[in-house]
């Protein structure tokens, strides 16, 4: 729904003279010549959380790279106008993209016609790990207990998801399935979670941590685990779900950047490095735990690893549900 | 369409009536139905569809069978004469070439050239000081305030860009 | 009592005035053009909060989201093309009010009244915080399907002459939004296998289309006939609103504040529908109706008085649960996120500086933007000095810069052409164009939260009756539609009477 751009206008004097300093400093001493002598625009494709920590990534890249970065948002398709936006820029290295397992998603749903090949990763720059949780009143304080429950019910369990195919659904899906529950996933828009678990209309929801966080300290919700096999530091203290019962679990979101596939590899160095100093500064980190984001630089080398791992994983999922439109 | 509010509502009926039908055939072939679920991606458009059709047929028998006398005096607004045609005509035709020059040389250039041949060619100004002031004046205070100072992201062009 | 104090010094340091005031500054200037939003403000201004202290970060969050409210009405006063879907209500009375020679008073009126709608839906945000957040979370998916129908029956009251016609519009407005990806499968629906035609018909887009377009044509046919007005400078006065005026609108400013207050509160609603019910009711309280939509002072007044309670209302769930309700929120939860600060319950309880800090601030926004707005009044109106012709070229660009400016997508702005072009027609063809927005508005959350609804009952349709609170705004609806029906059938008998004798 907007567009914006965190450069250096006259604008980001009113913020901070010290940032704006540096911002002018910096560009006199760079060589012309070299990577990067004008803005990078990094394609941002959702709003909310994402969008901000994409503009403080975007912010922090600007400082340590010597050209304005600005984040220009074009969201629609469940990415994939931000991503055929991107893929059809030219490989210059100017053009960059915020990218999420959306890219995996929306292909498989047959909504995009090129995959993960048709853009080439820069860097992995951090994940975000879903919870599971239900109201307090539910009585259920770990996964064996709600599961025990929603047998014993024989009623379906009511799991709110953010949309239909996407990764929550897909996420939930894996868990339950696990569980060998029963389930009727609620599509809710963004950040509608915790009204509709406190409104007694879903039975579990799983969300980002961040939005149960003041509930979670209120004690009207109980977040039961999280979805990735190893223990990250979260908003809220919990366990993981493969511990808790559902053995073998492990997923969780990417965030990361990508360019148009031919971009020369001189530029996506430099890329790379400014946006391993950027991840790596204290400023990102606060920033992160503040939004309920983990940090993690990966290379490269390592992020395309795992893209292409994660994307086989998804595909596999979503045949599972039925919900593949490419196999 | 110029003339009574009967033979206005006979074509406006009848024009949106085939409109429902053609949506409704789009459909029917083209957005896939879900089994068994209580509601699709089909139940919305097809009922919006159904609804245009049943209101627009009721509008064309209301223009067929109405008897209500005074429809064929009243006059149906002011009618579409030779420059009401051409206001359309000019105003789609700015636009077309506007987002054609805004797509390949970005915001400067085209609105400075789309601006002063639209008060040359169309309006009929003659003066150099509008020609020119007006485009070059717009333009640079568009980009000057909401592309510099708001940093609203303004079109780039494809092929080259003046700032 | 310390912690007001604290919170009061903290909000009055002029770091936090100044940064209200550039808030304000930019939201209105946003709001005031067709196609930029207060969302998009938000965000742009969002980043220079970044290092800031958070009483000044809230402080200039808070002044663009309230002024990105208030200038949208500028707009739909002077040119008759709403800056926001908010102010979409405005243009009924608010346009006739500008081309009578009255702009600065119609926008005066409305800066007044959004600044009083406003603050009284801040003083319900102060005495029932918890208990509005209660009903907030009441709100399924059923009980939103039942209010947005409600909604959708003010149709009945602006469709003018002809309720089929106005029914046609509405659902002309849901056709339109159906095109691109369903938002509960992600199906493409009209996109013809075109990955572009996914992002669909956006709601900014196709309202600017709607409302500038065919205003436009009919401008440029004018000045081609030699007919356009002559600009008198003495037409172009200066006059605000007496207190007389302001008086006398006191029913209305409370009626229409609290349905904006409660409207703002429920989560994935928002301004326009307050807009439109507190317009429809006005008129239906109103001892003269028929003067509705000719230039009405109170038919400016009910749209801008709730829009601006929405902004009040909306900050209830946000402060108190944490829960944004739409875009504009979520982008400000955002910014108090990343200063470390929570909203929810225990917000309240360990940092009260804090939530003393937002309401003073949230009362300071209001002022600020006021004051801007009733001191801009005299540049603004100097806009309608220009000759039509070529203001209308500049509105066309700019409507251009707007539809683009939403998704940075030249998509748009051919879809915002395209969609002129036909509004244009539907003109000629005596259909309205109000309730064409209705439907674009509306249409979207009635497909999402009705199909929702059935997903959750799993097809049961009584889920739509089971609550009181639906079954209340149904039966508001109907009511509705049943006193038009009577209206019309009334007025018939009468004109078939007259033309017996």
């Given at each position: 729904m907007s567009s914006i751009r965190s450069t250096a206008t006259p604008l980001r004097l009113f913020g901070s003279a010290a940032a704006a300093a540096l911002l002018i400093a910096v560009p006199l001493g760079t060589a012309r010549a070299e990577f990067p002598d004008k803005t990078i625009e990094m394609t941002t494709l959702f709003g909310g959380p994402a969008q901000t920590t994409s503009q403080v990534l975007a912010d922090l890249m600007s400082k340590n790279i010597g050209q304005p970065v600005i984040t220009v948002s074009r969201p629609g398709g469940g990415g994939a106008i931000g991503y055929t936006y991107v893929q059809s820029a030219p490989a210059d290295g100017y053009s960059i993209v915020f990218s999420s397992n959306s890219i995996s998603t929306v292909y498989y749903q047959g909504n995009l016609p090129f995959n993960y090949t048709a853009l080439a990763p820069?860097?992995?720059?951090?994940?975000?790990?879903?919870?599971?949780?239900?109201?307090?009143?539910?009585g259920w304080k770990d996964l064996k207990s709600m599961q025990a429950a929603a047998k014993a019910s024989g009623k379906k369990l009511r799991v709110g998801v953010s949309g239909l195919g996407t990764f929550t659904h897909l996420a939930s899906a894996a868990l339950f399935n696990r569980l060998g529950l029963q389930v009727v996933y609620i599509p809710y828009g963004e950040g509608r979670a915790p009204a509709e678990l406190l409104g007694g209309r879903v039975d579990a929801a799983l969300q980002w941590s961040s939005q149960f966080a003041p509930h979670v300290k209120a004690g009207t919700i109980n977040v039961l685990c999280m979805t990735s096999k190893d223990k990250v530091d979260l908003a809220i203290e919990t366990v993981t779900c493969d511990s808790a019962g559902a053995t073998g679990l492990d997923l969780t979101i990417w965030r990361g950047i990508h360019a148009p596939k031919d971009t020369p590899p001189a530029a996506i160095a430099r890329l790379e490095a400014s946006i391993k100093q950027a991840v790596e500064s204290a400023e990102f980190k606060k920033a992160g735990e503040n939004l309920g984001f983990t940090p993690l630089f990966k290379s490269a080398k390592d992020f395309g690893k795992l893209v292409a791992d994660n994307d086989k994983e998804i595909g596999e999922l979503m045949t599972e549900l039925g919900i593949n439109k490419k196999k | 369409m110029t003339g009574t509010v009967r033979t206005r509502d006979l074509l406006t009926g009848s024009l949106l009536l085939v409109v429902a039908l053609v949506w409704i055939g789009l459909i029917l072939t083209t957005i896939p139905d879900a089994?068994?679920?209580?509601?699709?991606?089909?139940?919305?458009?097809?009922?919006?569809?159904?609804?245009?059709?049943?209101?627009?047929?009721?509008?064309?028998?209301?223009?067929?069978?109405?008897?209500?006398?005074?429809?064929?005096q009243k006059r149906a607004g002011p009618g579409l004469d030779a420059l009401e045609w051409r206001g359309i005509a000019a105003t789609f035709g700015f636009l077309v070439g506007y987002i054609a020059l805004l797509w390949a040389v970005g915001f400067i250039l085209a609105t400075v050239v789309a601006l002063a041949a639209y008060l040359f060619l169309m309006l009929g100004k003659r003066s150099p000081a509008l020609l020119i002031g007006y485009p070059v004046g717009f333009a640079l205070a568009v980009w000057l305030i909401l592309g510099k100072l708001l940093a609203v992201y303004l079109p780039r062009g494809v092929l080259f860009n003046l700032f | 009592?310390?912690?007001?104090?604290?919170?009061?010094?903290?909000?009055?340091?002029?770091?936090?005035?100044?940064?209200?005031?550039?808030?304000?500054?930019?939201?209105?200037?946003?709001?005031?053009?067709?196609?930029?939003?207060?969302?998009?403000?938000?965000?742009?201004?969002?980043?220079?909060?970044?290092?800031?202290?958070?009483?000044?970060?809230?402080?200039?969050?808070?002044?663009?989201?309230?002024?990105?409210?208030?200038?949208?009405?500028?707009?739909?006063?002077?040119?008759?093309?709403?800056?926001?879907?908010?102010?979409?209500?405005?243009?009924?009375?608010?346009?006739?009010?500008?081309?009578?020679?009255?702009?600065?008073?119609?926008?005066?009126?409305?800066?007044?009244?959004?600044?009083?709608?406003?603050?009284?839906?801040?003083?319900?945000?102060?005495?029932?915080?918890?208990?509005?957040?209660?009903?907030?979370?009441?709100?399924?998916?059923?009980?939103?399907?039942?209010?947005?129908?409600?909604?959708?029956?003010?149709?009945?009251?602006?469709?003018?002459?002809?309720?089929?016609?106005?029914?046609?519009?509405?659902?002309?407005?849901?056709?339109?939004?159906?095109?691109?990806?369903?938002?509960?499968?992600?199906?493409?629906?009209?996109?013809?296998?075109?990955?572009?035609?996914?992002?669909?018909?956006?709601?900014?887009?196709?309202?600017?289309?709607l409302f500038a377009v065919p205003h436009v044509v009919t401008v440029f046919a004018t000045y081609w006939r030699g007919k356009e007005m002559k600009i008198d400078p003495g037409h172009v006065r200066t006059e605000l609103p007496s207190w007389r005026l302001l008086l006398a609108q006191r029913w209305n400013f409370l009626r229409s504040a609290a349905i904006g207050t409660v409207v703002g509160a429920i989560p994935g609603t928002g301004g326009p529908i307050a807009a439109f019910l507190a317009y429809d009711q006005a008129k239906r309280w109103s001892g003269h109706p028929e003067t509705f939509g000719k230039g009405e002072v109170s038919g400016v007044v009910a749209p801008e008085a709730s829009n601006h309670a929405v902004t009040g209302g909306a900050m209830i769930p946000l402060i108190g649960l944490g829960i944004p309700g739409d875009p504009a929120t979520a982008i400000i939860l955002g910014g108090l996120l990343i200063h470390g600060i929570q909203p929810g319950p225990l917000l309240f309880m360990e940092k009260p500086d804090v939530i003393s800090s937002i309401y003073l601030l949230f009362v300071l926004s209001y002022i600020i933007t006021a004051l801007i707005q009733l001191f801009g009044v005299r540049l603004f109106v100097k806009a309608l000095r220009v000759p039509p012709h070529l203001l209308a070229l500049g509105i066309l660009v700019m409507c251009v810069i707007?539809?683009?400016?939403?998704?940075?997508?030249?998509?748009?702005?051919?879809?915002?052409?395209?969609?002129?072009?036909?509004?244009?027609?539907?003109?000629?063809?005596?259909?309205?164009?109000?309730?064409?927005l209705l439907g674009l508005v509306l249409g979207p959350t009635l497909e999402r939260e009705a199909r929702t609804a059935l997903i959750m009952s799993e097809g049961s349709p009584t889920v739509f009756v089971e609550s009181y609170t639906a079954l209340l705004f149904w039966g508001l609806a109907l009511l509705i539609l049943l006193s038009q029906v009577v209206t019309m059938v009334r007025e018939r008998n009468g004109k078939a009477s007259k033309a017996t004798t």
């Open positions: 820069i860097a992995h720059i951090g994940m975000e790990v879903p919870v599971l949780a239900v109201r307090a009143d539910s | 089994e068994g679920m209580p509601s699709s991606a089909r139940t919305f458009p097809l009922a919006s569809g159904i609804g245009l059709a049943v209101l627009s047929a009721i509008v064309v028998a209301g223009a067929l069978f109405g008897n209500t006398a005074d429809a064929d | 009592m310390d912690a007001l104090l604290t919170a009061l010094a903290a909000s009055l340091s002029w770091q936090s005035v100044l940064a209200t005031f550039f808030g304000s500054l930019v939201g209105l200037i946003f709001g005031a053009i067709p196609g930029l939003t207060y969302s998009m403000a938000l965000a742009m201004v969002l980043p220079i909060t970044f290092t800031m202290g958070h009483t000044p970060a809230i402080a200039m969050l808070l002044g663009t989201y309230i002024g990105g409210m208030t200038g949208g009405a500028v707009s739909a006063i002077l040119i008759g093309v709403p800056g926001t879907p908010s102010a979409a209500a405005t243009v009924l009375d608010g346009e006739i009010m500008g081309k009578q020679g009255k702009a600065s008073l119609a926008i005066g009126i409305a800066t007044i009244a959004g600044c009083i709608g406003g603050i009284l839906s801040l003083i319900v945000m102060l005495v029932s915080v918890d208990a509005l957040a209660r009903v907030a979370i009441s709100f399924g998916p059923a009980e939103i399907t039942a209010l947005v129908v409600f909604g959708l029956s003010t149709i009945c009251g602006l469709a003018g002459g002809s309720l089929v016609k106005g029914l046609i519009g509405g659902v002309i407005g849901l056709m339109l939004m159906n095109i691109g990806q369903d938002p509960i499968d992600g199906v493409p629906r009209f996109t013809f296998g075109s990955t572009a035609m996914l992002q669909g018909v956006d709601l900014l887009v196709a309202m600017i289309g707007g539809s683009f400016a939403i998704r940075n997508s030249l998509f748009d702005v051919g879809v915002m052409s395209l969609v002129g072009f036909l509004a244009y027609w539907l003109i000629k063809g005596g259909i309205p164009v109000t309730p064409i």
